[in-house]
């Protein structure tokens, strides 16, 4: 009697075994899939950059903001800092590609755009790219979601969609919200 009750147990464990071992499988295969049909893989690289010599390179203050580059690319600079976005308004065109590159010289902040798939968040010593095509225009309030001290919940800012004719940046290739 023990002994049959004992096979029985092993039966079931197998069973078990075999379901857990399916649904990883199906699992695995949907990663693969996701990542090779459907491009949707975790960040491919990590960037670091001196959070101490934020403000000496490319996220100098001069270099802030939005900025079209010579082959037509729409790149967005922004320092998030406590407890700001710098500049606190950026202005992007509809329908087109736009990076995000977003880093912190004190504490993780993070960011998302409301009504939109940007979100992030921005670790000091790293920088945060983000790649999207904002399909609706209006301005979008873009609060800071990590805490990073007394003045969080005041931590905001906005990213300005517009039309691709309203949208012309100047001879620098620079746009901002003050232009219109
Ligand atoms: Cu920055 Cu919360």
């Not at 491009?39 to 010599?53: C, K, L, Q, R, W």
């Not at 976005?85 to 992007?92: A, D, E, I, K, S």
């Not at 691709?164 to 940046?169: C, E, G, I, K, N």
Request: net charge negative; proline share 6%.
């Amino acid at each position: 009697m023990a002994g049959s009750s004992e096979q029985a147990i092993v039966r079931s464990e197998l069973r078990w075994a075999v379901v857990v071992g399916a649904v990883v499988a199906v699992i695995f295969a949907a990663t693969i899939f996701a990542a090779v049909a459907m491009h949707m893989t975790p960040p491919g690289s990590v960037e670091t950059i001196d959070p101490a010599t934020l403000h000496l390179g490319e996220f100098a203050e001069a270099n802030l903001g939005t900025r079209v580059s010579g082959d037509g690319q729409v790149i967005v600079r922004i320092v998030a800092t406590q407890f700001a976005f710098v500049p606190r308004c950026v202005v992007v065109p509809v329908g087109q590609p736009v990076s995000l590159r977003v880093s912190s010289p004190d504490v993780i902040h993070g960011l998302l755009v409301m009504g939109t798939n940007v979100n992030t968040m921005v670790v000091p010593g790293y920088v945060s790219q983000v790649r999207t095509v904002f399909s609706q225009t209006g301005d979008h309030l873009m609060p800071c979601h990590e805490f990073c001290g007394l003045g969080h919940s005041q931590m905001m800012g906005e990213v300005r969609v517009v039309k691709a004719q309203d949208f012309r940046p100047g001879a620098d290739g620079r746009a901002s919200c003050a232009d219109r």
